[in-house]
């Protein structure tokens, strides 16, 4: 079994920052690549950035200039470091990681953590 655990979802107002944190712990050879989503209310969920084992990074088109993600692969730990804040990044994030174990490759998912941008 593979767990998900994030922190650092919090309230703050625009033009603030928050770091998100999401470590991945369990039955975990490899990690392929680990990342976040979001999914505000009444919308889909989407990418919001990208964190491979090799340290390449990709980002959504709306938060390029503002996020940048940051792994440690020693402790199977994601970072998404938040600037400049808007109401719009108001969502509930999710961290998931793809995680080779023994017998195959699977996407896991974090539970969740909630992000409020106040005007």
């Known amino acids: 079994q593979v767990q998900l655990v994030e922190s650092g979802g919090d309230w703050v107002q625009a033009g603030g920052s928050l770091t998100l944190s999401c470590a991945a712990s369990?039955?975990?050879?490899?990690?392929?690549?680990m990342g976040w989503y979001r999914q505000a209310p009444g919308e889909r969920r989407d990418m919001v950035a990208t964190f491979t084992r090799t340290g390449t990074t990709k980002y959504a088109t709306n938060v390029e200039d503002r996020f940048s993600i940051s792994g440690d692969t020693a402790k199977n730990t994601v970072f998404l470091h938040m600037n400049t804040l808007k109401p719009e990044d108001t969502a509930v994030y999710y961290c998931y990681a793809d995680i080779v174990s023994r017998d195959s490759t699977e996407r896991y998912w974090g539970q969740g953590t909630q992000v409020t941008v106040s005007s």
């Open positions: 369990g039955n975990i050879f490899a990690i392929v690549v």
